[in-house]
C-alpha cells in the first residue's frame, strides 16, 4: 500500500498514513479539514542488474541459434563477425522490402 502524506489545514499537523487508494479518498471526505500533500514516490532501485548463470545463457542461445533473426539472437546468439555480418545483410534486406511494400511496389 501507498505512503499518503495529510496536513491539517487548521493546525498544521502532519499525519502519514498508509492506505488504498479507495480507503484515501474515503480519509479525505471523512476529515475535510485535511488535505493530501504531494510527495516523491518512494522508489526501490536496485543497482548492477539481475545476475543469470550459465545454464539460463546457454538455454537462451540455443533458442537464439533457432531463430536466428529474433532480438534474441541478437542479445544472446553468436557473436562471430560471420554471424554478425549475416545478421546485417539479413536486416538490410528486411528494411528494403518492408520500405517497397510501403511504397507499394511488388517484390520479384
Known amino acids: ?5 495529510f ?4 493546525t498544521g499537523e502532519i499525519l502519514e498514513l498508509n492506505l488504498k487508494l479507495a480507503e484515501r479518498e474515503e480519509f479525505l471526505k471523512e476529515n475535510p479539514k485535511f488535505e493530501q500533500i504531494i510527495t516523491k514516490p518512494g522508489l526501490v532501485s536496485m543497482v548492477g542488474g539481475i545476475k543469470t548463470d ?3 545463457k546457454e538455454n537462451m ?4 541459434a533457432a531463430h536466428p533473426t529474433s532480438e534474441l539472437a541478437s542479445e544472446y546468439g553468436s557473436k ?3 554471424e554478425s555480418k549475416k545478421r546485417q545483410a539479413i536486416k538490410k534486406w528486411r528494411d528494403k522490402r518492408d520500405s517497397q511494400i510501403l511504397k507499394g511496389k511488388k517484390n520479384d
Open 80 to 82: 562471430s563477425v560471420t
Open 61 to 64: 542461445a540455443r533458442i537464439a
Open 1 to 5: 500500500m501507498p505512503k499518503y502524506v
Open 7 to 10: 496536513r491539517s489545514t487548521i
Open 54 to 56: 550459465d545454464g539460463f
